[in-house]
């Protein structure tokens, strides 16, 4: 998305501003600063609006890049910036017009707050998609008040009703965090392309996305391989869910999977050959791209001709399957393997993240910003 095309605009003057009250936050004030105590400005509640009290923030590393600034040349980042899109928390106060939600019911919010709901996308339930252009829950041009949205690491967000999730009692709600980005960003996926019983399905990665990609294949019962650099992620990976460890710097490994898989989730953003999982698909079978690395990977053409094979990529997803997703693992009793910090530590686990020392997301107990 170009620079242009994501600047803030003002709010027009025809629709009156929803009044506001304060919220502590945690801010990134420029791409070098690290982030400090903030205020920023909520909307008091319209009628179809959720006012949350925010319990736990999953820390994603897609919120390293933003506060960073390292997406500048696709998303730039608006400062101040406050990150986060693994929200739950408490209703506060639900508004006139709502009916899914009352006070004291525990609710998430993940990376989307809206989108223009009438496209052909957004009618099918695929909001990530929209024709239209969707709002994200942060550094992202505010409709309501103007400026821009602010996520999660702060006291309360306020949220229309349609982009709330329900969390079920059953789940933890720290670890259940994440599973608005690093679950439904799996979940997607393994449900898309019909992984389940009698498929061979790899995941490539072993991180916030890797390990969840790892449990949900397992859920769905297929028989499950994981891929890593790191042989000493094997036990975890079989902990998790995984059939058969493969560490993917050993060729002899790898050959040994030649043209046997029906699905691969790349879930690694760091830069990579993908020639070498193509190679492993079976006839009709399909790798999926779920990391970003910086600099775009060269593909072998007869990699994709000889075998039929397909690469893919895919977003997180809608909202209807998101709560398809927080009500599986409701019923299942997955969440993801967290680590809680306060909010006075983010910037100790921004540095951590970078060297990969998290099992496997990092998640911010909220009552820290008290």
């Not at 933003?66 to 990150?83: D, L």
């Not at 919010?109 to 809206?114: E, F, I, L, N, P």
């Not at 223009?116 to 829950?137: I, K, V």
């Not at 690694?268 to 009709?284: C, G, K, P």
């Amino acid at each position: 998305m170009s620079e242009a095309a994501r600047q803030v605009p003002a709010t027009q003057e025809t629709t009156p501003k929803p009044q506001t009250f304060p919220a502590k936050a945690y801010a990134a004030q420029s791409a070098t600063s690290p982030l400090a105590p903030f205020t920023i400005a909520r909307r008091s509640p319209r009628p179809q609006d959720v006012e949350i009290e925010i319990l736990f923030c999953g820390v994603c590393h897609s919120d390293l890049h933003q506060a960073r600034n390292e997406w500048q040349s696709v998303m730039p980042t608006i400062y101040p910036c406050v990150p986060g899109h693994e929200i739950v928390g408490r209703v506060v106060k639900a508004g006139s017009a709502v009916k899914k939600f009352k006070e004291g019911d525990i609710a998430a919010v993940g990376c989307m707050v809206d989108s223009d709901r009438t496209c052909p996308n957004c009618l099918a339930g695929e909001e990530q998609y929209c024709e239209g252009g969707f709002t994200l829950t942060y550094n992202f041009p505010d409709k309501i008040l103007g400026g821009v949205t602010y996520g999660g690491y702060s006291q309360s967000i306020v949220v229309d009703e349609a982009f709330v999730l329900r969390v079920s009692k059953n789940l933890d709600p720290a670890g259940a965090a994440p599973l608005l980005c690093a679950g439904i960003t799996t979940y997607s996926p393994l449900r898309h392309w019909k992984v389940g019983k009698g498929k061979k399905a790899g995941i490539v990665g072993l991180g916030g996305l890797g390990h969840m990609g790892v449990k949900f294949a397992h859920a769905f019962g297929a028989h499950v391989v994981l891929f890593t650099t790191s042989p000493g992620k094997a036990a975890d990976a079989r902990r998790l869910g995984a059939d058969e460890v493969v560490i993917s710097k050993n060729d002899a490994e790898m050959r040994k999977h030649a043209s046997s898989f029906d699905f691969i989730l790349d879930a690694v953003s760091a830069e990579h050959d993908l020639n070498a999982y193509l190679q492993l698909l079976r006839l009709d079978g399909t790798l999926v791209l779920v990391g970003a690395p910086e600099k775009p990977a060269p593909v072998a053409a007869f990699n994709l001709i000889m075998g039929r094979r397909s690469l893919a990529g895919s977003a997180i997803g809608g909202i209807r399957e998101t709560q398809e997703m927080l009500d599986f693992c409701a019923e299942r009793g997955i969440t993801c393997d967290i680590e809680r910090i306060p909010i006075q530590q983010i910037n100790q686990a921004y540095d951590r993240l970078l060297k990969g020392d998290v099992k496997y997301r990092f998640v911010i107990d909220m009552a820290s910003l008290q």
